[in-house]
């Protein structure tokens, strides 16, 4: 059976893409594109300025790091009696004598203004946010049965961590913070491990093309890629010294005051431009008598 010449399909030719006839380069012809108009080819890409570093207030530290980067994430990470809290008092107190406007994420409420005092802190230059439950609060509503009646039960109480992002979000979208610390020292390590992703990236984002240090102290590395500056604390000596007994000048073999240890410093990352010649240091603290 042959069919008529109405019934074959006609024949179409396709127009070639413009940018194709014209023999553009490769990229110039995918910047043609709409979708891809904004794509910018490595080799053309600016190089980021090094950040400005300001000293952490121990000088192994600074010469093992160059200081701490503004505009970025540094993490600081260890074990209990590891020297996370020695750190960050220093952090604290070369910050707020350099006259910089500081804020303190405390997590688990366990700053010691004693200790803060002794290490140099200076507290009109710094905003404590203390997170978790006030006392006034715990006492209004086990004294009061009726407030407990009012509150939703299906509404979930917020946690301490979660008011510390939440804080720490405000903080940095606000601005005109020299640093800011999170301390979630603390803090399980499952808990701390919870934390999302997204919010380190929202706060790498927040923090970046500004002045403010954004300094994190955590048991184990909580911010894996977010973090420019990561370092690892560990304790690796103790000094003690001997009780002098009050009524002779004979030292007390049954008692030892901790004068303070060693504590060795790693680091881990360093996203920085200047490479370090080593990756471990070591500085001494010294303990704070109240008194």
């Given at each position: ?188 390590v499952k808990v701390a491990r919870r934390i999302p992703l997204t919010s ?92």
């Amino acid at each position: 059976m042959s069919l008529s010449s109405s019934s074959v399909c006609p024949q179409f030719e396709l127009e070639p893409l413009t940018f194709a006839s014209k023999k553009l380069p490769r990229m110039e012809r995918f910047s043609a594109l709409s979708k891809l108009a904004g794509v910018i080819p490595a080799s053309r890409l600016e190089v980021r300025p090094t950040p400005e570093m300001v000293s952490s207030g121990i000088r192994e530290l600074d010469l093992l790091t160059g200081g701490l980067p503004r505009g970025c994430l540094t993490e600081v990470c260890g074990a209990a009696s590891s020297g996370r809290t020695s750190l960050l008092l220093s952090v604290l107190a070369a910050s707020t004598q350099r006259s910089e406007v500081c804020a303190l994420v405390d997590v688990t409420d366990a700053l010691d203004p004693v200790s803060a005092h002794a290490a140099g802190v200076i507290f009109e230059n710094l905003l404590w946010v203390r997170c978790g439950n006030s006392p006034q609060k715990k006492s209004f509503i086990a004294n009061n049965n009726h407030a407990r009646k009012t509150e939703p039960s299906d509404r979930r109480k917020e946690g301490p961590v979660e008011q510390a992002l939440r804080v720490t979000d405000l903080l940095l979208q606000s601005g005109g913070f020299g640093l800011v610390i999170i301390d979630l020292g603390d803090v399980p390590v499952k808990v701390a491990r919870r934390i999302p992703l997204t919010s380190w990236f929202r706060f790498q984002r927040a923090v970046e093309n500004t002045s403010t240090v954004l300094f994190v102290i955590a048991p184990v590395p909580c911010a894996p890629t977010c973090a420019s500056l990561l370092m690892k604390l560990r304790a690796s000596g103790k000094k003690l010294s001997a009780v002098r007994s009050q009524l002779s000048a004979e030292p007390l073999c049954h008692s030892w005051l901790l004068d303070g240890f060693q504590v060795e410093g790693k680091l881990l990352r360093s996203r920085m431009e200047r490479k370090p010649v080593q990756s471990v240091t070591r500085f001494d603290t010294r303990a704070a008598r109240a008194g």
